[in-house]
């Protein structure tokens, strides 16, 4: 980008200003150049066409420096349109214009990180199809060409395989659903209790090696929400939660009044997160451990589709150190009025 340089009006705060400074500039010059040719004798004729040439010249210089952020966004528009989102525009001005540059310049900015995050989306996506895809892809030519003989281990591996392309697939269409609005709010009031219960009781289906506890303060506590929705989060929370833990592990669903929310936390005793990643945990496809291998963790999107379904209902949600080691995610979520 172009350093910023200080054109002639910049500091008149706007157009209106400008145009009445550049009339008076014109006016000035003229009857100065005409004055001094009736003066020196020059002919009237003479005098006028010279004074009138200098007020163009100067209006010209005036009004370039007036103009030039335009000629500046129409070159940068042009540019933009063939992918080229590194271009910004001279800013220095306080006048209408000055605002515009501004503005597009924060527009451009925007779009270069848009345009950034649909490439990492790409690439990411296209990663995380690859592994699934590749161990089908081996295992069934193992079973065509006859290098192993079809056997219920070698099938069940082909069908976690299977089972983890529909995830993905599945938190793929949600996330897109939720960032389009696509997917309304069924809000009512609910009972927290069983919405967790529920939760836990499909994470131990499937991890019984941690061990999952339930623990409300209040067993009539109650939220505003989708309490559907509410329980994709709990899970995509408890997923998470004990994906990190260690065989024997207890995760533990917390839930609790607070200052007229409703506070649901899901702590783990797990390696946690550094607090220099824990504002990034809930962005698409980030692993805070990025040495972890993808066969091992999830794909990255439990995470961001718990924030949008809890920024949908008006709520917050954090990370958490715990105290020797562990995470504990935060969510706050809309109460009712008692």
């Known amino acids: 980008m172009k350093p910023s340089l200080r054109r002639p009006l910049d500091g008149l705060p706007s157009i209106k200003w400008k145009l009445g400074a550049v009339i008076v500039a014109a006016v000035v010059v003229t009857v100065m150049v005409v004055d001094f040719g009736v003066r020196a004798g020059v002919s009237p004729i003479l005098s006028g066409l010279a004074a009138g040439s200098l007020s163009i010249l100067m209006v010209q210089v005036l009004a370039r420096g007036m103009t030039s952020p335009l000629r500046e966004m129409a070159a940068a528009s042009r540019a933009m349109a063939q992918g080229e989102y590194g271009r910004r525009v001279t800013a220095t001005s306080l006048d209408e214009v000055g605002e515009l540059a501004r503005a597009f310049n924060a527009m451009a900015a925007e779009l270069a990180e848009t345009d950034r995050m649909r490439r990492d989306l790409v690439a990411n996506v296209s990663h995380e199809l690859r592994t699934p ?9 193992n079973l065509v060409d006859g290098v192993e003989p079809p056997g219920p281990e070698q099938l069940r591996t082909m069908l976690k395989q299977a089972e983890r392309l529909g995830r993905l697939v599945t938190q793929l269409l949600d996330l897109s659903r939720l960032e389009s609005g696509a997917i309304p709010l069924q809000r009512s009031t609910f009972k927290v209790l069983p919405v967790l219960e529920d939760a836990a009781d499909e994470c131990r289906l499937h991890a019984p090696h941690v061990q999952v506890s339930v623990l409300v303060d209040e067993p009539g506590l109650v939220a505003d ?104 995610m935060v969510v706050l979520l809309p109460g009712v009025a008692r």
């Open 133 to 141: 895809i590749t161990a089908l892809q081996a295992g069934l030519e």
């Open 225 to 328: 929400g989708d309490p559907e929705r509410v329980h994709q989060v709990v899970a995509n929370l408890l997923e998470n939660a004990i994906r990190h833990s260690p065989t024997g592990g207890k995760v533990e669903v917390r839930a609790r009044p607070e200052k007229g929310r409703v506070a649901i936390e899901v702590l783990d005793e797990g390696p946690g997160i550094p607090e220099e990643e824990a504002s990034r945990v809930f962005e698409r496809f980030y692993r805070a451990d990025t040495a972890r291998s993808s066969s091992v963790g999830g794909a990255g999107l439990g995470l961001a589709i718990a924030r949008w379904i809890v920024d949908l209902h008006g709520g917050d949600i954090r990370a958490e150190r715990r105290t020797p080691t562990g995470c504990r």
